[in-house]
């Protein structure tokens, strides 16, 4: 049997064929960059790399840096905010190795790990879970001469720093979004642990929903638990039967809480990182970390031996933290005055917490006219007039 002959193209047809295919390619890969958030932030790494260089080499930086992760870097929230850092110290030093660890517990796993950074020659880690901080402590009584940036601890040692963003100013934007955009005047809020920086951001998120809509409600689900997906989506559903039309979130991995409300066509608010991928046309907004610049120039201190371990708390003003994009159905005079309330933080106009604030047993936490420092805020153990629900010991 012959086989059957192939019909060529003429050449100008293949090199027309040709040409329409690179475009094609080349207009995916310039969707898929646009998609791909820039790891050093808004600033941009080019923009912090000419700040941060402009007195010091970034190509001297050599050292080993150590990450831990209590979870996986892809959950849309917590460690993949802080993941963001990591990437933005990637390339800003190019002459620095970076040992990462994910899914690393809170317990004395954590210390192990640390320990074979060390071994393996790291002499600055990034301890990025709250419940890393005594770990890291431990360790650094044993390894005098490795500094630790912890983020979001309440103590220090000679090697063991911490650092934090004001997150709650942007919570407080956030709930001035979902205030707007709430229908039933229902809000849901789903946490893990009643630590005080998570009873400070339901507040915050509260106080900035009310600020706008006197009438909202603010309904609190603890699950005990940074990220369980089953228990997340669970808590989620609890509170779209209680008519709760705005869900948002303070746990590690926000997307099972996206998913769910988006199921059933409830808002989502995020937490941590921008998620609006997730469920675009029922994310509104959300505050989101920016690390990367401030890690690095807390890496570059301890490269340089000049770092003195500290408690330091960084907010919008600083970039640390800010608002993610806004969802394609917020109307645009809600983007306007949330960008307002943000602008006003920003100015010092606002200040959320500026008494007088009151609990749910109608007492005055905080008197009329003060504002409290950041460190008595995130000594926070009560919860706000109108949020619903009781914390757990």
């Known amino acids: 049997m012959t086989p059957r002959k192939t019909r060529k193209l003429p050449l100008y047809l293949s090199l027309v064929l040709a040409l329409i295919l690179t475009q094609a390619l080349m207009l995916v890969a310039h969707a898929q960059e646009a998609e791909t958030p820039d790891p050093c932030g808004p600033m941009g790494t080019e923009a912090v790399a000419e700040s941060l260089g402009a007195d ?68 600055i880690i990034f301890p990025t879970s709250f419940g890393h901080l005594d770990p890291a402590i431990r360790v650094g009584q044993r390894f005098p001469d490795v500094t630790f940036f912890h983020l979001g601890g309440p103590q220090t040692t000679e090697n063991v720093g911490t650092f934090f963003g004001e997150i709650w100013q942007m919570e407080y934007a956030s709930g001035v979004a979902a205030g707007l955009m709430t229908e039933t005047n229902k809000l849901g809020f789903i946490v893990a642990f009643p630590i005080p920086q998570v009873l400070l951001n339901i507040n915050a998120f509260h ?19 940074w990220c369980d997906p089953g228990t ?26 996206i998913e769910a409300a988006d199921r059933n066509a409830v808002w989502s608010v995020g937490y941590h990182a921008d998620a609006s991928t997730v469920a675009p046309e029922t994310w509104i907004t959300g505050a989101r970390w920016v690390w990367g610049p401030s890690m690095a120039a807390l890496a570059i201190e301890a490269f340089e031996g000049t770092y003195e371990p500290k408690i330091q708390r960084l907010g919008i003003a600083d970039g640390v933290v800010d608002l993610s994009v806004f969802g394609p159905n917020v109307p645009d ?29 109608g007492n005055v936490v905080i008197e ?26």
């Not at 106080?207 to 638990?225: C, E, M, R, W, Y």
């Not at 997340?232 to 809480?257: G, R, S």
């Not at 805020?377 to 949020?387: F, R, T």
Request: glycine share 6%; with cysteine; proline share 6%.
């Open 207 to 225: 106080l900035g929903a009310q600020s706008v809509n006197p009438d909202v409600t603010t309904t609190v689900i603890f699950t005990s638990n």
């Open 232 to 257: 997340q989506a669970e808590a989620a559903n609890t509170l779209i039967e209680q008519e709760i039309d705005v869900i948002t979130q303070h746990e590690d991995c926000p997307k099972p809480i």
């Open 333 to 361: 005079e809600v983007i306007e005055q949330v960008e307002a309330v943000k602008e006003a933080i920003i100015a010092d106009e606002l200040f959320p917490f500026e008494g007088p604030i009151y609990d749910q047993a």
């Open 56 to 123: 010091f080499d970034l190509a001297s930086l050599d050292a080993k840096i150590g990450f831990l992760y209590v979870g996986p870097v892809d959950d849309f929230g917590y460690n993949y905010a802080a993941n963001q850092g990591k990437l933005c110290m990637e390339a800003l030093f190019p002459n620095a190795e970076f040992l990462v660890a994910e899914n690393v517990p809170e317990n004395a796993e954590a210390e192990r790990v640390m320990e074979q950074m060390i071994r393996s020659g790291a002499t």
């Open 368 to 393: 009329e006219g003060v504002r409290p420092d950041t460190l008595t805020l995130e000594s926070m153990n009560y919860l706000v007039d109108g949020v619903v629900g009781t914390i757990p010991n």
